[in-house]
Structures are given as structure tokens and as C-alpha cells.
């Protein structure tokens, strides 16, 4: 069972930056591929970023490639999710997950969240204009 804790949310005006961060407790970080999902009001939950286990490969959706970074800290079992130059469509629910698999550990990147068995309890973002 792995634990997961965002924080980092918050209401911030658009062009200015957050940083989210995901704690993880439980079983061995270091195994798990991460990922960031969100949800706005009245949508379905969506992709954000994703890590591979090593943190050697990441994947972002084309709404956030270039704003978004994701990265890892295996030290404090924590992932983060910078995010730069904010846009009012960026506001949502955040979500972290965790996923550690055969297939995680060969290396592949879960990058739907029906791969993903552990979720946090999300943390809002909301970017004003």
C-alpha cells in the first residue's frame, strides 16, 4: 500500500507559478512510476505528467509540455510538479498516483489513470485572469 498526500495548491493570477508536491509513504518509492492528473469542474479527469520509476524518462500532456515540470525526490519520497506561466484553463483539481508493476519496473509509463492504483486526495489550483 503506498500513501499519497498533496500540497502545494492554491489561487494564484495567470503568468505567475506553483509548485505541488506529492508525498508518498508505504512501500518503496523508488519503484513506483508517478503520475499527475486533473479534474475541472464539469470535465473528466485528465493526464498531466507522468515519471518513470527512475525518473529517466517523464511524458507531458501537449496542454503543459514546456510549462509543466515533473520530478522526484527519492530522499523524501515526494514527486513535484512545477508549473510555470499558469493559464485560467490550468485551474482544477490536482491529483497524484502511483504505480508499480512488472511493467512499471521494465520501464513502461503509465500514462492513463486505469493504470494507476494509488491516488491522493488532490489539492485545488485556481488560476484567475
Known amino acids: 500500500q503506498v500513501r499519497l498526500v498533496e500540497s502545494g495548491g492554491g489561487v494564484v493570477q495567470a503568468g505567475e507559478s506553483l509548485r505541488l508536491s506529492c508525498a508518498a509513504s508505504?512501500?518503496?518509492?523508488?519503484?513506483?512510476?508517478m503520475g499527475w492528473f486533473r479534474q475541472a469542474p464539469g470535465k473528466e479527469r485528465e493526464f498531466v505528467a507522468a515519471?518513470?520509476?527512475?525518473?529517466?524518462?517523464?511524458y507531458y500532456a501537449d496542454s503543459v509540455k514546456g510549462r509543466f515540470t515533473i520530478s522526484r525526490d527519492a530522499a523524501k519520497n515526494t514527486v513535484y510538479l512545477q508549473m510555470n506561466s499558469l493559464k485560467p484553463e490550468d485551474t482544477a483539481v490536482y491529483y497524484c498516483?502511483?504505480?508499480?508493476?512488472?511493467?512499471?519496473?521494465?520501464?513502461?509509463?503509465?500514462?492513463?489513470?486505469?493504470?494507476?492504483?494509488?491516488w491522493g486526495q488532490g489539492t485545488q489550483v485556481t488560476v484567475s485572469s
Open positions: 508505504g512501500r518503496t518509492f523508488s519503484t513506483y512510476a
Open positions: 515519471s518513470s520509476w527512475s525518473g529517466d524518462s517523464t
Open positions: 498516483a502511483a504505480e508499480s508493476s512488472r511493467a512499471v519496473l521494465a520501464g513502461r509509463l503509465p500514462l492513463t489513470e486505469w493504470e494507476y492504483a494509488y
